[in-house]
């Protein structure tokens, strides 16, 4: 196991799968791994690496037990902290608990907006839409109130890592990536939704089957309503009318769409990224109402491009 497999391992994974077995022995091997002074030409990959590892192998005995009416989770410490909640992976799901009580309303709200997304698709099954499993309040042991959102999903890729990790030098994985988004974003809209944060840190991939997740709906509206909250460190990734407090269409979606596209193809020159960078633009238009508002034409507009630049669609390993 290299560097990077094992910090995306660490990440994606809770403290007792990764030492299920020997844990001295398996600490004691992954610390060879990633520790600093093995790998001084990646040296704050590997302290970074080095500090999650440890964190994890702490994470063993402090373990939290919480219940809901339906069922009990027990959890380590967070995968991942954002700015309205903290992600829990647990040994079947993955918990989302909001970080303060101001924020247990957007996680009812996300609860609300994906039973209407879910609803609207006959198979349950289907992927690409969160499978939320369970909704509750919990008390800390300071007697504060925070909600939290089960997901019967499994960890994956965010498209953010795989761009700060230069994992796209193929162009191929852009195509199937933007596929499952479109994908994602017609169960959405089909459903009357307009999801309003289409982020790299909202998609999630699976690449040993090309899967594909939308995550974080808690900013998520009905169609022509207005989106109240942004993510401060993707500012730029927002068309103006949710900055103007504009009712929101199918054209708000498609505006981050082609954002995180151009965000995917990065600023490499080659033809295929240039077809795919045009193609991306169009979707970025300022005016509201010039841009394309329908998912499903998009989708096949799209694969005739892919279809020009790449031949007919082949499995492409992305290589973690």
């Known amino acids: ?18 030492f299920s077995g020997d ?22 990959l590997a302290k970074e690496c080095f500090q999650l590892l440890d964190s994890k192998f702490k994470g063993l005995y402090n373990t939290t037990k919480i219940k809901s009416k339906k069922s009990s989770y027990e959890i380590n410490e967070p995968a991942y902290s954002g700015d309205i909640s903290s992600i829990y992976i647990s040994e079947k ?32 099954e289907y992927p690409y839409i969160p499978k939320l499993v369970d909704s509750f309040t919990i008390t800390d042991n300071k007697k504060v109130n925070r909600r939290c959102n089960v997901f019967d999903d499994k960890p994956g890729i965010s498209l953010a890592w795989l761009v700060e990790n230069k994992k796209l030098n193929d162009a191929r994985h852009i195509g ?14 089909s459903a009357g939704i307009i999801h309003g944060g289409i982020l790299p840190t909202h998609f999630i991939i699976y690449p040993e089957n090309h899967g594909g997740l939308l995550i974080d709906w808690t ?13 401060p460190a993707y500012k730029s990734f927002y068309p103006r009318e949710i900055f103007n407090k504009s009712l929101v269409s199918s054209e ?9 596209g151009l965000y995917l193809i990065g600023e490499q020159d080659d033809y295929s990224r240039y077809k795919l960078r045009c193609f991306m633009k169009g979707l970025c238009l300022e005016n509201q109402l010039t841009r394309p508002d329908s998912v499903s034409s ?10 020009s630049l790449f031949g007919k669609p082949r499995f492409v390993e992305l290589i973690i």
């Not at 990077?4 to 990764?18: A, F, G, Q, R």
């Not at 998009?298 to 279809?307: G, T, V």
Request: glycine share 2%.
């Open 176 to 189: 199937w990536i933007f596929n499952r988004l479109l994908m994602s974003l017609h169960l959405s809209h």
């Open 23 to 44: 844990k001295d022995k398996i600490y004691r091997e992954y610390a060879q791994i990633c520790h600093p002074d093995k790998n001084l030409d990646n040296v704050d």
């Open 252 to 260: 708000t979606d498609i505006y981050m769409l082609g954002k995180v």
């Open 298 to 307: 998009l989708y096949d507009e799209f694969q005739d491009l892919l279809l």
């Open 93 to 124: 799901h993955i918990l989302k608990i909001s970080r303060s009580p101001i924020n247990n309303t957007l996680l009812e709200a996300e609860e609300n907006i994906l039973k209407i997304v879910r609803k609207n698709i006959e198979d349950k």
């Open 1 to 18: 196991m290299h560097l990077n497999e094992l910090i995306n391992y660490l990440k994606n994974n809770t403290s007792k799968i990764i």
């Open 219 to 231: 900013q998520s509206v009905e169609i022509g309503k207005i989106i109240n909250i942004i993510s």
